[in-house]
């Protein structure tokens, strides 16, 4: 009861003072070591999700540990229930907005791209998209890609103001036109 009564007031001020790692701790979700985490989406079984090392949840992202739809099936027995786990590997990233769903495993290494809905376990060093998530490419790829092409720490002055840092090396390219 205390608890409950905590997360709506001491929980929510957790998450914005302390960050979301913490908030997450609070409300039973099992995170490991140097995770950023900016969603507060656990669903109402946080405690049937488990995070690795290395994990970023952007904003947005959604968690969903049982199927809702069960409460249609009602007899003499009464209704049904389905809760599954969720398990999140070490270095995964999961991109803004995105919807993990009930019984969903991510391995090791993987990235999730913004938007995507997760309803099959996704394997190690994979990429994925889409609505429903399919594999677009490897995670060997997009780590050679970006330690190529992009911006490292060295890159940065760390003697300018975070916006003029970014001004300096933002490009003024665009993306192509849909065809």
């Known amino acids: 009861m205390i608890k409950k ?8 001020l957790l998450y914005y003072l302390r960050g979301g790692v913490v908030y ?28 690795g090392d290395n994990v970023t949840l952007t904003l947005g992202v959604q968690m969903i540990t ?29 991109g803004a907005n995105s919807i993990i769903m009930p ?6 290494k993987v990235i999730v791209a913004a938007g995507s809905v997760v309803t099959k376990s996704i394997p190690k060093g994979s990429v994925v998209a889409g609505i429903p998530a399919r594999i677009i490419g490897s995670y060997s790829e997009i780590y050679d890609k970006m330690k190529e092409e992009y911006i490292s720490d ?12 970014v001004l300096e090396v933002t490009s003024n390219s665009y993306k192509k036109f849909l065809k």
């Open 103 to 108: 019984g969903v495993k991510i391995e090791n």
């Open 66 to 94: 049982h199927d809702g739809s069960a409460w249609l099936v009602r007899d003499k027995k009464g209704r049904r229930y389905l809760y599954q786990r969720i398990v999140i590997g070490n270095n995964v990233f999961v």
């Open 5 to 12: 009564l905590l997360l709506g007031g001491y929980g929510i």
């Open 154 to 165: 060295i890159d940065l002055d760390p003697n300018k103001p975070y916006k003029a840092r």
């Open 24 to 51: 997450a701790r609070f409300i039973g979700v099992q995170v490991g070591k140097g995770c950023r985490i900016y969603t507060r989406n656990f669903g109402s079984e946080p405690f049937l999700i488990s995070i």
